[in-house]
């Protein structure tokens, strides 16, 4: 998840344009092409809401042919061969049909979405990326959770332009 420094993924019209940094930070490092590419190189599936499916389609699909798993209950169509569309019980899609199939399930964006993957522990870990920018307001990445969770500090890497990455286990007790 990218958020500003203030917690908010999106202003309130759903505009996300502040997510492009033009900082400057002597001690970080760069964000290369070769960076990302091996970063994604290491995800084996994706999973997100509709709303977020929606933008990915408004923006330029950046998933390429990895396999793409909407969880919905609209009844939205595709011409991508590697998106399917699934409703229902999320502990039963997440352990029936994505665990038994991938190894590393990347959650990207939404909020409600990312809260009821953490309320229901079927997260593991917290990545998260704070952009130099405060909103002011907007759609938070948590809000009102209703549940303390203890996480535990992996990583934290610090980019040229401002942008900090924090990646964080989810303690189970």
């Not at 500003?4 to 492009?20: E, H, Q, T, Y």
């Not at 909407?70 to 061969?81: C, P, R």
């Not at 352990?95 to 979405?113: R, T």
Request: hydrophobic share 40%; with cysteine.
């Amino acid at each position: 998840m990218v958020s500003s420094l203030d917690g908010f993924i999106a202003k309130k019209d759903g505009n996300v344009s502040w997510m492009r940094s033009t900082d400057k930070y002597d001690k970080g490092i760069t964000l290369t092409d070769e960076y990302i590419s091996e970063f994604l190189k290491s995800i084996d599936c994706y999973v997100m809401g509709s709303k977020t499916y929606q933008h990915a389609l408004e923006l330029g699909w950046p998933y390429g042919d990895i396999p793409v798993f909407v969880l919905t209950n609209k009844n939205l169509i595709t011409d991508k061969k590697n998106v399917k569309f699934y409703s229902g019980e999320l502990e039963k899609i997440v352990n029936d049909k994505l665990k038994p199939n991938f190894k590393n399930i990347w959650m990207v964006g939404g909020s409600i979405l990312t809260k009821e993957f953490i309320r229901k522990g079927l997260a593991d870990k917290i990545v998260t990326t704070i952009m130099p920018v405060i909103l002011g307001n907007g759609t938070l990445f948590f809000d009102y959770i209703g549940q303390e969770h203890l996480l535990h500090l992996e990583d934290v890497l610090a980019f040229d332009d401002g942008m900090v990455e924090l990646c964080y286990e989810i303690k189970r007790e």
